[in-house]
């Protein structure tokens, strides 16, 4: 049986803060599999994969370390972080 996906506890925030700038934010957090949490664009970086994490206690699975060895991917701990990383300034 597959184990149901679990979003981390900043997934929304960081979701609602990118979309209220304008950042257009596929949520891929329930694709499972070792799969980003979110592909985000916006103008002044274009497209970025990221994997949401709760600050100390997120850890990537053994599925997202071999992923994310191959595939830049940003984990992103805080809706400052995400903004930073498409070049907003807060």
Known sequence: MRRANRRDEVHGDIVSGLRTIGCIVIDT???GGGAPD???WHRRCGWRAMEFK???KGRLSDVQKELHAQVPIDIV???KEAL???GVST
């Open 29 to 31: 957090s329930r694709v």
């Open 38 to 40: 979110a592909f985000v």
């Open 54 to 56: 709760t600050p100390k």
């Open 77 to 79: 701990t805080s809706l």
């Open 84 to 86: 930073t990383i498409v």
